[in-house]
């Protein structure tokens, strides 16, 4: 059967812990640390800043995704309102953008199995990881959508926990002997903000790394039950979600601890956890990190294959990759999309790690790429309609067009932040790069002529 209808089997629920799901990473559990040494306590004003741009940027999605509730969400509406080129040149970098993030995912599956299986090779958990997540993907998008409901709400519970947790040792002293830690260790070591608007503009590019993945609502769009009322109601409390499980969780942590110990002697999540006398830490906290970890490499499965579906449906990838199965999903374009996946995992033992710590650099330049064209659709899409169009708009976005020119300005500057330092400036080369092959591709295939 080829109905070439993907099923909308995605409930409120779903979508609801999705998007919270999306944007809580392996990130917030292990590489806070890294942040934190760059900003001080005053990592809590970068990720407010950004956290603010995110949501008018995911506002400007909304808006569109409502209008127009499509599979491939951004990709499509970059063709319908920036031309054909755009639309390529976003759909294939989308892919592109999350093969490199779950080759880092499976991968992390493998090192985390090592806590508790220390004598199984790692690449055999990366590859039962990659067969299981692709399976789910494949047998319907509901289940696609349960597995992300529950890997959603372990991380959440985690988080929520960490943050009562700590704020009973800050209030009164709960695992501390009764004495209250109070909040002084935010000003305490070289002040809140010890290296200055430097420091916080250094930690920007890893701050919006961290974001990767929060755009992903709009590409549930085409398979939502109601998209309307889930995706903007997921979209409204993306803002408040980042406050209080990124800023929150933060605050929290450098209250308890001084800030430039953080990192020092493992994850602060397992230092809160031991400090009130859950030995068994470091065990849950890997657990909730390893659900991460399988919840990033799903998504990815989820997104990717969408995306093929999307560029088949406009004719810029193999038509094959249109097939839908019986049970609703773009069957084919979730398989290619893991075979992608499996050259990871072999990568992954062949190229020495620094070489793979630049790929993964690479995804918040396809990141920034994606949402700069995004708020580049919604203000083209705004201009084509008239006033009276523009009055039917169900799901308009604040500040319009300011806010849009506001967030795209951010981008830009966030990328020649990257241009300052080492780790990350090889994805300003190797980024272009993939964006000029893609361009060969696009005219040596004639796709400018179709």
Request: aromatic content about 12%; charged content about 10%.
């Amino acid at each position: 059967m080829n109905n070439q209808e993907l099923h909308r089997g995605l409930e409120e629920r779903h979508i609801t812990l999705m998007s919270l799901g999306a944007c809580i990473g392996v990130g917030l559990f292990l590489g806070s640390a890294q942040t934190i040494e760059l900003a001080g306590p005053a990592i809590l004003v970068a990720y407010v800043i950004a956290g603010a741009m995110m949501f008018i940027i995911m506002r400007a999605l909304g808006e569109m995704a409502i209008q127009n509730p499509v599979a491939g969400s951004f990709s499509r509406y970059a063709q319908e309102y920036l031309g054909p080129l755009a639309g390529f040149l976003t759909g294939w970098n989308y892919w592109f953008l999350w093969v490199v993030t779950c080759m880092a995912e499976i991968t992390a599956v493998g090192v985390y199995m090592d806590l508790w299986f220390p004598d199984v090779p790692r690449w055999i958990w990366a590859l039962a990881a990659l067969v299981i997540m692709t399976l789910v993907n494949l047998i319907t998008v509901k289940a696609y959508g349960e597995f992300e409901f529950w890997f959603a709400l372990i991380k959440i519970v985690a988080i929520i926990a960490m943050i009562v947790i700590g704020l009973m040792i800050i209030l009164f002293g709960f695992g501390n002997g009764g004495i209250a830690t109070g909040i002084s260790n935010l000003w305490k070591h070289g002040g809140f903000a010890p290296n200055g608007i430097k420091g916080i503009l250094m930690s920007l590019q890893m701050v919006m790394f961290a974001y990767l993945g929060i755009e992903m609502l709009g590409v549930t769009a085409g398979e939502a039950k109601n998209p309307e009322k889930t995706i903007s109601r997921a979209v409204n409390s993306v803002f408040w979600r980042i406050l209080i499980f990124y800023v929150g969780a933060l605050f929290v942590i450098m209250s308890i601890y001084p800030w430039n110990e953080i990192g020092t002697s493992g994850s602060p999540f397992v230092m809160t956890f031991e400090k009130i006398g859950i030995r068994q830490a470091a065990g849950i906290i890997n657990f909730v990190v390893l659900t991460a970890a399988l919840s990033s490499c799903n998504s990815g499965i989820f997104s990717t294959g969408r995306m093929l579906f999307n560029l088949a449906e406009q004719n810029q990838a193999p038509t094959s990759l249109k097939k839908v199965s019986k049970s609703g999903v773009p069957s084919l374009a979730i398989v290619l999309s893991a075979a992608a996946l499996l050259i990871g995992v072999i990568l992954n033992y062949l190229v020495p790690e620094k070489v793979f710590t630049w790929v993964t650099s690479i995804s918040t330049f396809g990141a920034i790429w994606t949402w700069a064209m995004i708020l580049l659709s919604q203000l083209k899409y705004r201009k084509n309609l008239s006033a009276e169009e523009k009055a039917k708009i169900k799901f308009k976005a604040p500040f319009w067009p300011y806010g849009s020119y506001i967030a795209l300005a951010f981008l830009i500057m966030v990328v020649i932040l990257m241009g300052f330092f080492p780790d990350t400036r090889i994805a300003l080369i190797v980024g272009p790069l993939w964006l000029l092959l893609l361009v060969a591709v696009y005219y040596g295939k004639g796709m400018n002529k179709q």
